[in-house]
């Protein structure tokens, strides 16, 4: 296993994620301490989940995932520090989290709060916001005109921010968080909370997770180009596609227990005439060279210039273990040239 500074911060991090959100809904216990020890014994000990989870998010699943994790590490309190654990505040919009309320100062420090107490933990490694309050360019919302930037009143989300910051700063200098993240944002949200940050000496931004895959690209090259200029790790989430990328959603095929057979808050908005199409074409090239579909998209992903940590998750042993192994083996420099073919033919399949 490969690792890698985390951003601008002082953690060294393993070049592979284990995600979690399965965890508590088509997870429990046992699967997760199976695949904790498994992905530890593998080398990673980078490990993200989020108060929002269990996915999908249902108010009777919420926290599941954290708790989870949590009774892992009373379990295994000599392993915690050996892991980097991060979770993350949900932004607005489910009326059981703050009654749907944006993130503000006060909910960080409650959230975090709750957080520890679930995760049984006095600290958190990298604290992140899930999504900003203000609509974002993620889940389909990428195409043109979808949202009015125009429209948007760019002082008051500053304000928001700056509040966000103070409200960081303050679980920052009581030991409870250690770093500070974003996801679901934008090169314009990364630099306002760099800016806010040098402004008014409060904590910086060392990380964002965003969708990232070979059907989704869309973070390549401006994003990521923002990401190293001001050493922000880029921890791409989502690597095969909700699975599209392994084939078994392909004419039709809903896998007892696969993600697209549960209902997503976003809708499917993946599933369509375009990607099939995409994932035949990786298909076809995985099989052209003998490797299999999660390995190219995994190793794809990986070898992109500027990517920090992929973030994984599995639903059994066997996908986790398949997963990992990915990494292992870089993709020929052939197999790579057929990829970039096939991107340049389906550059955004959704």
């Known amino acids: 296993m490969k690792y890698v500074r985390l951003g601008s911060s002082a953690l060294d991090v393993s070049t592979v994620c284990l995600g979690s959100m399965t965890w508590g809904f088509q997870n429990n216990q046992s699967d997760a301490n199976a695949q904790l020890d498994y992905a530890q014994s593998a080398g990673i000990n980078f490990i993200d989940t989020a108060e929002m989870y269990a996915i999908p998010p249902t108010e009777k699943t919420y926290g599941k995932t954290e708790e989870i994790i949590g009774h892992w590490l009373n379990a295994n309190p000599s392993r915690r520090k050996n892991i980097v654990l991060t979770s993350k505040i949900s932004g607005p919009g489910f009326s059981y989290i703050r009654d749907g309320s944006d993130i503000s100062g006060a909910n960080v420090i409650a959230a975090v709060e709750s957080s520890l107490k679930r995760l049984q933990t006095d600290y958190i490694d990298l604290y992140q916001l899930h999504w900003p309050n203000r609509q974002s360019p993620h889940f389909g919302n990428h195409w043109p005109n979808n949202i009015n930037y125009t429209q948007v009143n760019a002082e008051q989300q500053n304000e928001e921010m700056l509040d966000i910051l103070q409200g960081l700063d303050s679980c920052v200098k009581a030991g409870k968080i250690r770093y500070c993240g974003l996801s679901d944002d934008t090169p314009w949200g990364i630099n306002q909370y760099l800016k806010l940050s040098a402004e008014h000496n409060l904590p910086r931004m060392v990380s964002i997770q965003n969708e990232f895959s070979l059907l989704h ?16 790790a880029y921890l791409p989430w989502s690597p095969l596609a909700t699975g599209a990328l392994t084939g078994k959603y392909l004419n039709g095929q809903r896998p007892k227990g696969s993600r697209w057979t549960f209902g997503q808050r976003h809708g499917l908005y993946r599933d369509n005439a375009n990607t099939d199409a995409a994932v035949r074409a990786y298909l076809d090239i995985a099989k052209r060279h003998n490797i299999t579909p999660a390995h190219l998209a995994l ?34 420099t052939e197999v790579l040239e057929e990829i970039k073919q096939a991107l340049r033919q389906f550059p955004s399949p959704f």
């Open 299 to 332: 190793a794809w992903c990986e070898q992109v210039n500027g990517v920090t940590s992929t973030i994984i998750g599995a639903t059994n042993l066997q996908q986790l273990e398949e997963n990992i192994a990915a990494f292992k083996q870089p993709l020929t």
């Open 217 to 232: 690209t869309k973070d390549w090259p401006y994003l990521i180009e923002n990401c190293v200029h001001e050493d922000i």
